[in-house]
């Protein structure tokens, strides 16, 4: 419509300007008009909800009725800051995702180098598939597998014995979470590890090798660092998954093992304590904008 | 009943006149709803009724019944939680749900925040041949106004694996025993500290504890002590029934805080395990039917809680559960589908057996001396994350 509008000669005199006349005079409306529908949503539905949640962190609640009592105050903030609880937590959170973002990292590397740089074109689509595999099942059938791996009677302990070797008592211990949240986020390391090292052009090895570079030197120097990105891409994956994570700590967790997804769920599901939870909730999402910004220095976003 | 509802208004008033700001005042208001008239008779249903409750409460085997002899299409919304329950039934239950089987940890917040409305007792007739305890108990009965018809109830119970301890432990004690480290496994759920606070009752008179549930801030300071020095013990803090069974199978722990639920699931699994309830007590916990304060369909809802409450269906829902009937009635009929039901369950049991029982209710601010030194539950949910770490 706005084609056949527009071939149509303009009305003379004060007439309304036709709307794709608008749209030429104009060249920042069409992209203004393309964008609004998804940019309301994300406004209305994304940034408005938390923005809710960050107002609602300075609520509190009447202990009593539970009902929420608008009355500004950093109480809750101030209860996170002076509780030491609240620091274990916190820094068990950030710590076992840092863990877990290192672990996937170097188990990813050489296996997406292989992958990207090694395999036949056939074995690099079955990789492709046994890496994808694992997401098609349940998130907490494969946690529970784990359990069963690891618990005292597990498949883990059983092996050890078979082989003389003493039990390894790590179920429901936070070695098991780090193993399971490793297990879990893998794929989401291999594949943005993968993607990066694959676009790394051939012949800039080849400049390395006629420069005098053996293998190994050309993989540290000029592989390492261009395939960085796509690690660092992988790392806020991991990083953030594990730092919001709550089912993992619940099934595998022993005691002490809490993570701030805990709290925070214990503080809406139990306490109906929604103003705390809001403002325990904006911890993780301060941590993850001090590593978006962190991920953006390395390049993470040029990745993708 | 009626002099009790007059009792309330008149204490809402003194309330009121009595203290210019009734929140910090030390007489507790009544609930919102305390002088709301229940229903003098049961009119004909409505032909629908909506029913909040816990997975398998509104089992097909009696609800299909019910709607044939009542006429009242039965839909019900399972929760997981007492949590989610309180959340569902806020405001009233929104002129949505009619009725909610909340449990003793939850029924104090709903009647104070209004959702819940008083019934009338007189309407049930089963109600008469219910236990003693279970007519008027605390979690549902304030100042003689009935916010709700109790349902079912069962113990929480010490259960231990007869390998490990082949005479049955007599105190909670083998919780909180270094020797036990690493094997034993208790909910992860804030109401533990009100088991602590029984177990101090008995072997520390000196704190006064009376009530596990009204704590003042010494007390509730040394059942969360007692509580962190437990935590090394700890193999893990259960969420699911079924997390507690499959740590008793895999032999991760040899003794535990659990339900008589768990208990039969592992027996019928072959585990070689038992339960008790210690010398020291135990809590338990009790379910209440209840109606919202907004319920579209109230007749329907009587004639659901007079069909509950019935010997016969009673039995059925307590031996479908593993849970224990609150109509005496009803121990005939679970010895006539399971020979020796009514002793396992207590379903017999006399009304001493009641005193050893201290049913969850909601911690609130306000002590059984009308004054407000005991800690709320909110502080009870701080306490325990900080308690697990």
Redesign the interface.
Known sequence: MSVATARRPRPKGGGAVPFAGLLWRLPWLRPLLLLAPPLAWFVVIYLASLATLLITAFWTINPFTTQIVQVWSTDNFQRIINEPAYHSIISRTVIMAAAVTVTDAVLAFPFAYYMARVASRRAQTLLFAAVLLPLWASYLARVYAWILILNHNGVLNWSLQSIGLPPANIGYTNIAMWVVFSYIWLPFMIIPTYAALERVPETLLEAAADLGARRWRAVRDVMLPLALPGVVAGSIFTFSLTLGDYITPILVGGAGSSFIGNVIYSNVGIANNIPFAASLAAVPVAIMAVYLLLAQRLGAFEAF | MRFSALAAVAMLVVAGCGSSNP?TGNTLAPPPTASLKPLDKVGPGEGQLNLIAWEGYVDDSWAKPFTQQTGCVVSSKYAG?S??M??LMKDGGGGQYDMVSASGDADL?LI??GDVRPMNEKLIPDWTNFQTFFKNPPYNTISGIHYGISLQWGPNTLLYSTKKFPNKPTSWQVIYDPANK?LITVP???IQIADAALYLMKTQPSLGIKDPYELTKKQFDASVALLTTQ??L????W?LAS?EI??FQ???VVVGAAWPYQTIQLKAAGAAVDETIPAEGATGWGDTWMLATKAPHPNCAYLWTQYVSTAKIQAEQALFFGETPVNTQACAQMEALQAGSCAQYHADAAGTYFDTIKFWKTP??TCADGSQTCI????W??A???I??
């Open positions: 929140n939680s949590d989610e309180v959340s917040r104070y925040s690493g992860d759920n804030p935590r090394p700890i193999k893990k803090y969420a997390d499959s740590l895999n032999g991760d609130i601010a709320p539950y909110d502080q949910v701080s325990w994350t900080t697990k770490g």
